[in-house]
């Protein structure tokens, strides 16, 4: 078992809380008002730098493209590098959490993810900066994994929605800093310094971490990785995406052996961990339905999710003539709409439970992509950006919430990677699927032209392949809708689920005063 977790620097004492079902003891940080503040504050870092870095690069497509020379599906790697670097990551990440303790690795990933902004802003092609952007995922997998294992570790009980809420904002906040930033960085300096800017911003996270955060987790189980399972996972992952992309290029043939490789590598993972004495991977945890659902759930949400930023830059870029710094704006109604009811949705989690709130986020992101099927009118591209970060915004706090609270204290490391992985397959496959239908619309050629010129591509004689472009992100975002709305049934029976354990509560309770009486 394992005892201790995160606590602030400067806080001597924290109050010890025994978990029955485990036999282990967690330090709640709620006996200090000043502990858990310190470490919300650098969660909320930790999220500022995540949600700067995922926008930065969001609206600079074009002009990578053109100086880099990169085609459609480059990009989609140049993308998708940091979410592969993080998933690759994920499960070695939860365990060594459990084992070693949080501290050192949330530095050690601050280090990285910063080193890495540098390299990436240096790149000198396209698959150099995938690279660069995968070392930054690595990094990152440490960063939004343990930020929530730490403040899962120290909120007091019945607020972990709102301080999950909280980091939501920030990232938000980051978010639309780096949408709002990264054009003019791009139109007055180029598209390298959206990368060398997070590196100030890095280093001035990993001082204020360093100062204040102390490790006093102290794990007694024998420290073990699972290597062979670590490989089996990420290689299948991998293969299955080089198998999307070889889709796109035309290679059907190739890329079904290696989907069939792919599906082979899963089977031998699952088959390992069920008898590996340390697994990296445990699928005990799965038994559990609110935790299976909430993972289920995250995982259509980000596969609905992941590709509509980046689908709304090409087409504000393409075809309607924006400028970077233009569609940066323009993509600030969904950052504002989900930073605002990402607040909200916590603390409401907080008070009605978190399935009614998923619920309802889910049902208005499937409207929100819907609506955003209107295109080429401006205003219902913009109406479904706030309905659908509305939605967006409701659902994350309290699902991530309900994914937490239903593992034992011992297991929350192994939780919050598996949490970020479903995410980060999610987007990934978000991404291959948007890029898909894009090439089954506009052929890859023509669809890399237009993306490389960018706002130059409406001026020119291209109208017939601008409106074949339109048709194919109507029907990604018609995609999008029906993917977000199938998470809604996963969330309508942990309902279910969590009635039933607010009665049994609510019955002890009144057993328990009885007897007081």
């Given at each position: 078992m394992?005892t ?6 400067g806080?001597?004492?924290m ?11 967690s330090?709640?940080?709620s006996?200090?008002a ?10 909320v870092?930790?999220?500022f730098?995540s949600?700067?870095n ?5 609206v600079?497509?074009p ?7 990169a ?6 790697w140049i ?5 592969l ?10 365990r060594l ?19 890495s902004a540098?390299a ?13 952007r995968?070392a930054?995922?690595?990094?990152g997998?440490?960063l939004?994994?343990l930020?929530v294992t ?5 909120a ?7 301080w ?7 990232w938000?906040?980051?978010g639309?800093?780096g ?11 180029g598209w390298?310094w959206?990368?060398?800017s997070?590196v ?11 100062g ?12 073990r990785?699972d290597?062979m ?7 299948s992952?991998?293969t299955?995406?080089?198998?999307l ?13 290696l ?9 031998f993972f699952?088959?390992?961990?069920l008898?590996?004495s ?9 038994r559990?339905?609110q935790?299976?659902?909430g993972?289920i ?15 709304i ?12 710094s233009?569609t940066g704006?323009l993509?600030?109604?969904?950052e504002?709409?989900?930073?605002v009811l990402?607040?909200a949705?916590?603390w409401l ?6 399935a ?9 992101a499937?409207?929100?992509?819907f ?5 080429p009118s401006?205003s219902?591209?913009?109406a479904?950006?706030v309905v659908f970060?509305v ?6 706090s ?15 490391g192994?939780?919050s990677?598996?949490?970020?992985l479903s ?13 898909l239908?894009l ?5 890859r ?9 960018g706002e ?7 109208s017939v392949?601008?409106q074949q ?7 990604s ?7 977000m709305?199938l998470?809604?049934?996963?969330c ?6 969590q ?5 049994a509560?609510?019955?002890n ?9």
């Amino acid at each position: 078992m394992i005892t201790g977790c995160f606590v602030a620097g400067g806080a001597k004492e924290m109050a010890g809380i025994h978990d029955e079902n485990t036999g282990s003891t967690s330090v709640g940080g709620s006996s200090l008002a000043g502990g858990i503040l310190t470490v919300v504050s650098i969660a909320v870092l930790a999220n500022f730098i995540s949600g700067y870095n995922a926008r930065l690069a969001v609206v600079g497509m074009p002009n990578i493209a053109r100086d880099l020379n990169a085609d459609v599906w480059g990009l989609v790697w140049i993308i998708q590098g940091f979410m592969l670097g993080s998933t690759f990551v994920q499960l070695v990440v939860g365990r060594l959490a459990d084992i070693y303790g949080r501290v050192r690795l949330f530095n050690i990933g601050l280090l990285v993810f910063t080193l890495s902004a540098f390299a990436s802003g240096m790149s000198s092609g396209p698959y150099i900066l995938a690279f660069s952007r995968f070392a930054q995922g690595v990094g990152g997998a440490f960063l939004m994994s343990l930020s929530v294992t730490i403040l899962t570790d120290n909120a007091p009980r019945g607020t972990l929605g709102r301080w999950l809420g909280l980091t939501q904002v920030a990232w938000r906040a980051g978010g639309i800093i780096g949408l709002t930033l990264s054009g003019l960085i791009i139109d007055a300096l180029g598209w390298r310094w959206i990368f060398l800017s997070q590196v100030p911003i890095g280093f001035l996270a990993l001082y204020w971490s360093a100062g204040r955060l102390r490790e006093s987790y102290r794990p007694s189980e024998k420290q073990r990785v699972d290597l062979m399972g670590f490989a089996l996972f990420t290689s299948s992952i991998t293969t299955l995406l080089v198998s999307l992309t070889l889709t796109g290029y035309g290679y059907g043939q190739a890329s079904t052996i290696l989907l069939a490789t792919s599906i082979a590598l899963l089977a031998f993972f699952v088959a390992w961990e069920l008898r590996a004495s340390s697994p990296a991977l445990d699928l005990g945890l799965f038994r559990v339905w609110q935790f299976t659902g909430g993972i289920i759930a995250q995982l259509l949400y980000a596969i609905g999710f992941g590709a509509t930023l980046t689908l709304i830059s090409i087409y504000l870029q393409v075809a309607e003539g924006f400028s970077a710094s233009a569609t940066g704006l323009l993509l600030v109604p969904f950052e504002l709409s989900f930073l605002v009811l990402g607040v909200a949705g916590g603390w409401l989690s907080d008070i009605l439970g978190f399935a009614p709130v998923t619920v309802a986020g889910l049902s208005l992101a499937s409207i929100g992509a819907f609506i955003m099927t209107g295109i080429p009118s401006i205003s219902k591209l913009l109406a479904g950006e706030v309905v659908f970060g509305v939605g967006a915004g409701l659902f994350v706090s309290p699902n991530t919430s309900s994914i937490m609270t239903s593992v034992p204290p011992h297991r929350r490391g192994v939780a919050s990677s598996l949490r970020a992985l479903s995410f980060n397959i999610g987007f990934m496959l978000s991404l291959n699927l948007a890029m898909l239908t894009l090439t089954h619309h506009v052929p890859r050629e023509i669809a890399t032209r237009l993306v490389m010129l960018g706002e130059a591509a409406s001026t020119q004689q291209l109208s017939v392949e601008v409106q074949q472009l339109t048709e194919a992100l109507r029907s990604s975002f018609k995609l999008q809708s029906l993917i977000m709305a199938l998470a809604i049934p996963f969330c309508v029976t942990r309902m279910k689920k969590q009635l039933a354990s607010s009665e049994a509560l609510a019955t002890n309770n009144k057993k328990l005063d009885s007897r007081n009486h």
